[in-house]
């Protein structure tokens, strides 16, 4: 739900809906935004999960949010807009595949636009924009550059490990 009580007019709810006892919404582990700049990628709950499955050398779990604290956290996944969300009221579990530090960030699919897709893909940034609240389209040399894949290993920045790494202390 929306904060006007609103519901979304997207596939998970229809899933839901039609399925209410078979779906299940599963956050794997991940990191967000920290503000509308894309650059801006800081870890969730400022860090605390992270550090506390580093702590506890755990690269392989998974569990209900319910039934957990990490589910009482706010929600800040999802910056964009303002909301009184926790983790639990959005997902229903949550699974921790590998340490942060292990993360690769990939952007891109290998020759996934040609030519006659491009004003689709266009099309589909808008929209992403507009749920994101912006409003900057973005030009076809910045759009093209999805259509090849680039891997960054070093994605996960010293000040990602210290926001972590000060709940270890």
Do not use: C
Request: zero cysteines; glycine letters at 4%.
């Amino acid at each position: 739900m929306y904060p006007d009580n609103e519901k979304p007019d997207n596939v998970g709810r229809f899933l839901f809906e039609k399925y209410p006892e078979r779906i299940a919404n599963v956050l794997l582990n991940t990191l967000t935004f920290g503000s509308e700049n894309e650059n801006d990628i800081i870890a969730i709950s400022d860090g605390k999960w992270d550090a506390s499955f580093k702590y506890l050398n755990k690269d392989n779990i998974g569990f209900d949010l319910k039934k957990s604290p990490f589910g009482k956290d706010y929600f800040d996944l999802w910056p964009f807009t303002e909301h009184h969300f926790t983790y639990s009221d959005v997902f229903n579990g949550f699974i921790h595949y590998t340490l942060i530090e292990k993360i690769k960030l990939v952007s891109g699919v290998q020759n996934i636009v040609d030519s006659s897709f491009l004003p689709e893909l266009k099309r589909r940034n808008l929209l992403v924009n507009k749920a994101r609240g912006v409003n900057f389209p973005l030009n076809d040399s910045i759009l093209w550059k999805y259509n090849n894949k680039k891997v960054n290993k070093k994605f996960i920045t010293d000040s990602i490990k210290m926001q972590i790494d000060k709940w270890l202390k």
